[in-house]
């Protein structure tokens, strides 16, 4: 708290300062071109360090401390010009100028300057000369909304939608089918149950861009379907100094009540430090699994949650961008970020679970009737450092470093009836508290080499490391029944140990994985009779991996003993769960016993060996634009864990895969491209789906299990598209694209387990998914007599799919042919934006995707679905000299975030006709952020 109002004491006593200085805006213009607007130029205050450069539209801003100037105004190739300009405090100046070439020749100048490629005009042009169907975002758009995070801002790209506020799904498949490459190396799959990469981890003051590549080429990881997505952390090269503090309100949840467990000391930052871990020597019987009463003391009786009440979400950033010179051709960039956010949620939630579909039933009774109140707290601390050594014009060399530090507690109380085991006359109060940290360092060495003209040589070394801890997840589960006079309050107590009633569970992940690759790419330069027709490009190289996990749990339950009287016994779970559990009552002579139930398949190590080689050509042939080229993967994926019975699970999976992919492109006109594409990609399971190892997931108070049994999917792709770029930065896309899965792997898969449910993922025996896409980026500018309608721009994306997966004749309990799972049929995407000249900017955006399975049901147990649901968020920016306020309203409509089960089996989800299975809403968010550019 200390370090935050020291922050905010420097933010406006700097802010104070400023008020001293005016603005010098304007746009300069290129006087040879009939003024258009002159990109890049530079534009400094005589005899200061004060100087910027004019973005894509030719326009700059500048502040200028009150007095009389003058203005230096340059561009490599053209006059320099000085424009004298007097500049009042706190008052606003317009200049604009036009450059016109000087006596040198162009053609004999050698141009040095970098074009930048975070905006969204030079997005626009990198994804005009991509080979492949790419969509991007840049870090101007993204400064544009509300984003905290990438997770936040990659929604915006087409077809593209968020699953719980994490993951990535792009046309509609599940996240397990994307590849995340973060500066160039393959970035870790970050979640225990999961292969996906969690977006959220990364915010948004962190990013360059983000370009998401839909079709395969063989300069890329062949592992994915939906798409690859690439994130390039800041490559600033501006000096900067900036700060920046925010504040949130959410509805229902900022100054309301809060329940949770007692923490650590050092829950602030994101870790817990020695309050929740199992204690150093802790031990259990190996013969009996009974741990003694006075280690089990050792653990913190900390299983009632207190009242405690939610705060606004908080947070702030720091940036430091420098630029050392080493020579006069020689520079080393640096560029460093903090940033903290501290945030709170409440969610009422109903959950409730159905029986199987009876002979002449149209809906199956209910099972479970629960209202469960979530309270959690999230903190998250990063840090980057990147640094970029340029040598003269030819060679670069990037070093980037990524912390991320990230801490959840949650806890979740879960009240209602369980219709089917103990009937409508017990209430049910159940108790789960649960803490989670996470850290995440993600480092890479990149080289980038130009020889003379057509030589080039690119080369990355990576490392990452990642430790996911679930230190003490408490559980308890009590019922009152309301038959009984004052309806005493009594505690579940099991006669075994199990991942159910009141006990303990603790899970630690390590992994580390290190990479390196090297690209080499010739052109051939060609000529007809005096005219370049193009280059051949050829390009070849390799990718290496290796990763690593160590993954264990443990899990505890809190019993008694069958040698205890029953007296003695009802004594004991009538007890409150603030003194159950404490050393009074924990004890081996007439109390509480915790046992151990860790089972062998609880713990597994695994690592993964992979090695790619590439060949790649690109044929400029008349209009068309030919990529031809094929991959070659090795991949040795290894699991050990053991079974209760005492035998060893040992996977060793070596699979080689031969990846061709053919890209064309043909140039309509100068403003119109049509592309076609074929690929083949692969997609592996991921270590947690392998390994037998049974999780509880108590949100769906279901088990989840690993199928030792997975296989590898193939899948071809086909893409059609065609592009049309009217102006600088405005793009009209349409495309179609097809994907054929063999043996695709689904998630959740839900079997039937007795009276329950359980969730596995399975291969399915093949499936296939198509659909169209439309982008359209437009401005406005131009077309209307009004001012207002001439500032605005629209950008628009919609994707429609179908999909079907058959699973063959083995699942009999089955249907044969669905939908995929995770599979939206549409996606769509929508912006309105608004900018004037005097720095203010609003906008809009609108998202949307359609029903889409949950998880697989079969004959006993329906298939869930997650409904769609309409978001609309909101963001007003004003900048201010040196200052920007951006106001936020985040999720406007706080529509419900819904799950059903298709209780007919229609495959189609009616509220009339269907069963609610879990549903709530978060609230509608409230945002103010300031920043100071020092």
């Keep these: 708290m200390n370090l935050k109002l020291l922050l905010l004491t420097l933010f406006f006593t700097a802010l104070g300062f400023s008020q001293q200085n005016g603005t010098v805006t304007g746009t300069i213009a290129d006087k040879d071109m009939a003024n258009a607007p002159l990109p890049f130029a530079t534009v400094t205050v005589k005899g200061t360090s004060i100087t910027t450069n004019t973005d894509e539209n030719g326009v700059y801003t500048l502040s200028v401390p009150a007095g009389n100037h003058r203005l230096v105004i340059s561009f490599l190739g053209y006059s320099t010009d000085e424009v004298p300009v007097t500049v009042q405090a706190n008052e606003t100046v317009t200049v604009n100028h036009s450059l016109g070439s000087d006596s040198v020749k162009l053609e004999e100048v050698v141009l040095t300057t970098t074009r930048k490629k975070n905006t969204e005009t030079a997005l626009l042009l990198e994804m005009r000369e991509a080979k492949q169907v790419v969509s991007a975002i840049s870090a101007e758009q993204i400064s544009k909304s509300t984003d905290g995070n990438a997770a936040e801002a990659v929604q915006r790209v087409p077809g593209v939608t968020i699953v719980d506020g994490r993951f990535v799904m792009i046309r509609g498949l599940s996240e397990r089918y994307n590849n995340v490459l973060l500066n160039n190396s393959i970035a870790p799959s970050t979640e225990v149950d999961k292969r996906t990469f969690s977006f959220d981890l990364i915010p948004t003051s962190s990013l360059d861009k983000m370009v998401i590549y839909k079709t395969g080429s063989a300069d890329k990881p062949g592992d994915f379907a939906g798409g690859i997505i690439t994130v390039t952390t800041s490559e600033s090269t501006a000096e900067f100094t900036k700060a920046e503090v925010g504040f949130g309100y959410r509805s229902g949840t900022t100054f309301e009540d809060q329940y949770r467990t007692e923490g650590s000391d050092t829950d602030w930052l994101g870790f817990d430090k020695s309050y929740r871990p199992l204690p150093d020597g802790f031990s259990s019987n190996p013969a009996t699994g009974d741990v003694s009463a006075s280690q089990a003391n050792r653990l913190p009786n900390n299983f009632e949650p207190t009242r405690k009440t939610a705060f606004f979400d908080n947070g702030f950033g720091f940036g430091l961008g420098r630029r050392i010179r080493l020579s006069d051709n020689n520079s080393l960039f640096t560029i460093n970020t903090i940033s903290y956010s501290n945030s709170y949620q409440n969610l009422d939630r109903v959950f409730r679970r159905y029986t199987t579909l009876n002979p002449g039933e149209e809906r199956p009774p209910l099972r479970d009737d629960f209202n469960d109140n979530v309270y959690s707290n999230t903190v998250r601390l990063n840090l980057l450092s990147n640094w970029i050594l340029s040598l003269g014009s030819n060679t670069k060399i990037r070093f980037k470093n990524l912390f991320n530090q990230q801490g959840n507690d949650e806890t979740l109380i879960r009240q209602g009836y369980n219709l089917l085991q103990r009937g409508p006359d017990d209430f049910i109060r159940n108790y789960y508290s649960f803490y989670q940290s996470r850290f995440i360092y993600t480092g890479q060495l990149e080289g980038e080499h130009n020889f003379a003209t057509n030589k080039k040589l690119d080369w990355v070394v990576g490392y990452n490391t990642i430790n996911d801890d679930t230190p003490d997840f408490r559980r308890v589960r009590t019922f009152q029944r309301l038959t009984e006079p004052n309806a005493p309050i009594r505690i579940f107590d099991s006669p075994s140990t199990n991942p159910f009633e009141a006990g303990r569970f603790y899970g630690e992940l390590d992994e580390y994985s290190i990479n390196n690759g090297v690209s080499f790419t010739y052109d051939i330069e060609r000529e007809k009779e005096g005219e370049d027709i193009g280059n051949i490009s050829l390009k070849g190289g390799y990718y290496a991996s290796y990763r690593e996990r160590d993954f264990s749990a443990k899990y505890f339950t809190y019993t008694i003993p069958v040698t205890i009287g029953e007296e003695r016994r009802q004594e004991l779970v009538l007890l409150p769960i603030s003194e159950a559990f404490s050393s009074t009552y924990v004890n081996d002579v007439d109390g509480w016993l915790l046992s151990e139930g860790t089972r062998p398949t609880d713990s597994y190590k695994a690592d993964n060996t992979y090695l790619a080689g590439y060949a790649q050509a690109t044929i400029p042939l008349y209009k068309f634009d030919i990529t031809a080229g094929v991959r070659v993967e090795h991949n040795v994926q290894t699991l050990d864990t053991s079974l209760d019975n005492g035998n060893n699970v040992n996977i060793n999976n070596p699979i080689t895969s031969v990846l061709p992919s053919f890209n064309i492109g043909y140039n309509l006109s100068e403003r119109s491209i049509a592309r076609v594409s074929y690929s083949r990609t692969v997609n592996r399971p991921e270590f947690r789906e392998l390994a037998p190892f049974v999780f509880y997931d108590y949100v769906f108070d279901a088990p989840i299990s690993g199928n030792p049994d997975l296989d590898v999917a193939t899948i071809d792709n086909i893409d059609l598209r065609y592009e049309f770029y009217p102006t600088q930065g405005e793009l009209i896309s349409l495309g179609t694209f097809f994907k054929r899965f063999d043996k695709p792997i689904e998630l959740n898969a839900i079997i039937a387990g007795g009276d329950s449910q359980q969730f596995k993922y399975a ?125 936020g309203i985040q999720d406007i409509l706080n529509a419900k975030y819904r799950i059903y089960e298709d209780s007919n089996r229609d495959e189609k989800i009616r509220e009339e006709d269907d069963n609610v299975v879990n549903s709530f809403r978060r609230g509608t968010r409230f945002t103010l952020s300031i920043g100071y550019n020092f």
């Design 763 to 887: 291969n399915a025996k093949d499936a296939t998914n198509y659909g169209l896409e439309l982008e359209i980026k437009k401005s406005f500018r131009g077309l209307f007599d009004n001012i207002f309608f001439d500032r605005l721009s629209a950008n628009i994306n919609a994707s429609y799919i179908i999909s079907e997966v058959d699973l063959g004749t083995g699942p009999l309990a089955q249907d044969r042919t669905r939908a995929l799972q995770g599979q939206s049929p549409y996606i769509i995407n929508a912006a309105l934006g608004y900018t004037d000249d005097k720095n203010l900017s609003v906008n809009v955006v609108y998202n949307r995707f359609g029903d889409r399975i949950f998880s697989v049901g079969d004959n006993n147990f329906p298939s869930w679905y997650e409904l769609s649901r309409d978001n609309i968020d909101l963001t007003v920016s004003k900048k201010i000299y040196n200052t920007t306020f951006k106001l």
